[in-house]
Nanobody, 125 residues
Framework: QVQLVESGGGLAQAGGSLRLSCAAS????????MAWFRQAPGKERELVAS????????AYADSAKGRFTISRDNAKNVMLLQLNSLKPDATAVYYC??????????????????WGQGTQVTVSP
């Protein structure tokens, strides 16, 4: 019912920036909180940042605070993640996630109902 497509990943040097986009299509009116997760090789998928349906509430992983910014434009059905001050440990596949209902957990992948295929972010030293 909902399709999510990430884009904007690529190569960056340490200290550089990238801007990730998540385009939602289908029954987008069913989407509530959204989030960016990432998964590095050999590691579990982890939360980077999440944002409420209206965009007025955000939450960040400690590693993202002060460096990454999550936002959404519901009119365009787009969620963004601005990555600044990138470090090599940010290298991972970044996934867009969305909730279909309210009241679900927001910090784990089990709290989300839809996901994209991911976009690769690679940060060189």
């Amino acid at each position: 019912q909902v399709q999510l497509v990430e884009s904007g990943g690529g190569l960056a040097q340490a200290g550089g920036s990238l801007r990730l986009s998540c385009a939602a299509s289908g029954r987008t009116f069913t989407i509530f909180r959204m989030a960016w997760f990432r998964q590095a090789p050999g590691k579990e998928r982890e939360l980077v940042a999440s944002i409420s349906r209206s965009g007025d509430t955000t939450a960040y992983a400690d590693s993202a605070k002060g460096r990454f910014t999550i936002s959404r434009d519901n009119a365009k059905n787009v969620m963004l993640l601005q990555l600044n001050s990138l470090k090599p440990d940010a290298t991972a596949v970044y996934y867009c996630e969305a909730q279909a209902v309210t009241g679900r957990p927001t910090t784990t992948v089990t709290g989300y109902d839809f996901w994209g295929q991911g976009t690769q972010v690679t940060v060189s030293p």
